[in-house]
């Protein structure tokens, strides 16, 4: 191989070389930025889910209060009954 050749050689060995590094930098760029959005997803859904839950708690405790406000009603209405039988008797 003449010196000519070796130079041609090298220096494109040189610029793929160069090419590959800015295509690793660029590698390295985009997956910063989908690390980063992978955890503002995160971040997101887990505000979300926090909310979800926290909603659905509130929901229930609602619904707890209220059956005991109908229990409460059932038992009024049984003494209701009861009392309307004492006084048929009388």
């Known amino acids: ?5 070796k130079r041609v050689c090298a220096c494109v060995c040189q610029e793929e070389l ?3 590094r800015r295509e690793n930098v660029k590698l390295k760029s ?3 930025d989908v690390i980063t959005a992978m955890k ?3 971040n997101l859904a887990s505000d979300y889910l926090d909310k979800t839950a926290t909603h659905a708690h ?3 405790s609602r619904l707890l209060e ?3 406000s109908l229990h409460l009603v059932s ?3 049984r003494s209701i009954h009861k009392m309307t039988d ?3 008797d009388i």
Request: hydrophobic content about 35%; proline content about 0%.
């Open 30 to 32: 985009d997956e910063r």
């Open 58 to 60: 509130s929901s229930i």
């Open 18 to 20: 160069e090419r590959t």
């Open 75 to 77: 038992q009024l209405l």
């Open 40 to 42: 503002r997803n995160a």
């Open 86 to 88: 004492v006084t048929a």
């Open 66 to 68: 209220g059956a005991e």
């Open 1 to 5: 191989m003449n010196t000519n050749m």
